[in-house]
């Protein structure tokens, strides 16, 4: 049933007193530091490692992963948990590579490095981008989608989920990065354990149609009646292919999602940003070894929905509006058949889920906003307290502005995390080449950089269409093209998103390669980063964790290939 019992709401209540409670606590006891611009929006030198990775998953995890990956779980099985299991290897990249430059170059926000790199107005074309795609795409998307969820499973108003979802993440926003950073914490508890409860209890209704209990004789049955959804690489004839085509996921566009997402992300590296190197990557190193639990929590709760499904359950429940099987109604439909208590338990770890990310996201930004175009732009000589005024008015400001147009962008018709990844996945490789030889090719001009910013968002455009003025067929035996369905009918044979995505990557390196030698040739200066090789060594504690992710990622692909 879409209610929540007494014992629910108690529940939630607990959650939610507990962090608002610590964030004041936290707060009052940093306040005579809020004045400075740096430490509220970068807490710099004062997150412990913990604290940095768990504030990495909690403002990674929110309801596109909840509900929209569930769903994937639903309808595609494991391989979707490529994301999330390839992002565990890619932030030990960025720990040892992409943070030592930030730190060793004083970077705090993204433009400021394509600033310093590059020149201003590269950094004030992706400065304004960043700010249009964090609100319009990722905050509204976040927002809505979590409001469904919660409506899902509370049976509250639509409007009124989005307004107490915006108004809880305006006042954990407001204290600024420590505030977010430590609550995080606790909301990832929440998360994990509410997640991991909710697996459990799913996995164990599997059991039961098996006339058996516990979470291990539900896996294996779960894995004997849906053995086609424990595979994570598909070849052409999977009708999931255009989604996740076959070792592009292991070799290909995967990294550049990944990379460009842990590595070139104000949202994310932003957690790092305020601390020492050990600091840091002890942070992400951690956030990896949390990654590599999510697709227990986000994936398998799927998986089991459709075992469920298949045998003959939640017919209705899984129905959308239109009597049509809508697979993102997985996590909902499990959570509704939790015992009262645990239910409040999960919706407490929905809502840390969506308010940790919504926190996240309107923090990037109102710094990228205050720094980079406010300090820079429009008042040069702001004073501290007139940067932090600044950046809380665009908090509100922000999430204001997602909840008035979120309900008009038809986020739940294309799901949450195919809305994300289309419209992020036009300009990621270009702003990835651009980060990537800014980092380690002095000779990168700007020049190179301003076609990375324009030239791959166009070329991406242009691939997206190319099937509809050009047969691709021939590039289906390469494994790069698949024949797809339109809405109206007609079958083209497409390139799959993550194929696109390393076409326009590679393009747009070897462009930006062209342009930087003529103008080398051309005596155009360049600035580049103080890099030192020196930077990129690390500790053994360090190499230790690394390699022991690193095998057991091995040992998953190996064993679920």
Not at 77 to 104: D, N
Not at 261 to 275: E, F, K, S, V
Not at 316 to 323: V, Y
Request: charged share 10%.
């Amino acid at each position: 049933m879409k209610t929540l019992a007494t014992a629910d709401y108690i529940v939630f209540l607990i959650y939610f007193v507990t962090v608002a409670t610590y964030g004041l606590w936290i707060y009052r006891r940093k306040k005579s530091a809020t004045s400075d611009s740096k430490d509220y929006f970068l807490a710099e030198g004062s997150l412990t490692w913990w604290a940095i990775g768990t504030s990495l998953i909690a403002s990674n995890i929110s309801s596109e992963q909840f509900i929209a990956m569930s769903g994937n779980g639903f309808k595609m099985g494991l391989a979707i948990a490529t994301y999330e299991w390839m992002a565990a290897a890619t932030l030990i990249i960025v720990a040892v590579f992409f943070i030592p430059v930030y730190l060793k170059n004083k970077i705090y926000t993204m433009p400021q490095f394509l600033s310093e790199r590059y020149n201003g107005n590269v950094a004030m074309i992706m400065a304004v981008f960043w700010l249009l795609l964090y609100v319009i795409v990722n905050l509204t998307s976040i927002l809505y989608l979590g409001a469904l969820a919660i409506n899902g499973i509370s049976g509250l108003n639509i409007d009124l989920c989005m307004y107490m979802l915006a108004f809880f993440a305006i006042i954990i926003a407001l204290g600024g990065m420590k505030v977010i950073g430590y609550t995080d914490v606790i909301q990832v508890v929440f998360l994990i354990f509410g997640g991991l409860v909710t697996t459990y209890l799913a996995l164990n209704k599997v059991a039961e149609l098996n006339g058996q209990t516990g979470m291990v004789d539900g896996f294996n049955y779960m894995m004997n009646q849906s053995e086609d959804h424990f595979h994570m690489i598909f070849d052409q004839t999977n009708s999931n292919f255009p989604s996740l085509p076959g070792l592009t996921v292991l070799i290909g566009g995967m990294w550049i999602v990944n990379l460009n997402y842990w590595g070139c992300n104000q949202y994310i590296t932003q957690r790092a940003l305020g601390a020492d190197l050990k600091t840091a990557r002890s942070g992400i190193l951690f956030a990896a070894f949390l990654k590599l639990l999510m697709p227990v929590i986000v994936v398998l709760p799927g998986i089991a929905a459709y075992v469920i499904y298949t045998k003959g359950g939640l017919q209705t429940e899984m129905l959308g509006p239109d009597g049509v099987l809508n697979p993102d109604k997985s996590y909902p439909v499990l959570l509704n058949l939790l015992p009262a208590g645990l239910k409040g338990l999960a919706f407490a770890a929905l809502t840390a889920a969506v308010v940790a990310s919504l926190a996240g996201k309107v923090n990037s930004i109102s710094t990228i906003f205050t720094l980079d175009i406010f300090k820079k732009k429009m008042r040069p000589d702001a004073s501290e307290a007139s940067l932090v005024r600044t950046g809380k008015i665009t908090v509100v400001v922000a999430m204001l502005l997602a909840v008035i147009i979120a309900p008009f962008l038809g986020i739940d018709k294309k799901g949450g995390f195919e809305f994300i990844q289309e419209y992020t996945g036009f300009v990621s490789p270009g702003i990835f080449a651009m980060f990537i030889l800014g980092f380690f090719w002095k000779k990168t001009s700007s020049n190179a950089a301003m076609f990375a910013t324009i030239g791959g968002f166009l070329l991406s455009v242009g691939l997206k269409f190319l099937p509809f003025v050009m047969n691709l067929e021939f590039l289906s035996g390469f494994g790069f093209s698949t024949l797809v369905k339109q809405e109206d009918g007609a079958l083209l044979y497409e390139i799959p998103f993550l194929d696109r995505m390393g076409f326009v990557f590679i393009i747009c390196i070897i462009v930006m390669y062209i342009i930087s030698k003529i103008d080398h040739a051309r005596g155009v200066p360049v600035k580049g980063l103080e890099i030192d090789t020196k930077m990129f060594r690390v500790n053994s504690g360090f190499a230790a964790g690394a390699l022991i992710i690193v095998g057991i990622l091995v040992a998953l692909y190996t064993l679920f290939w």
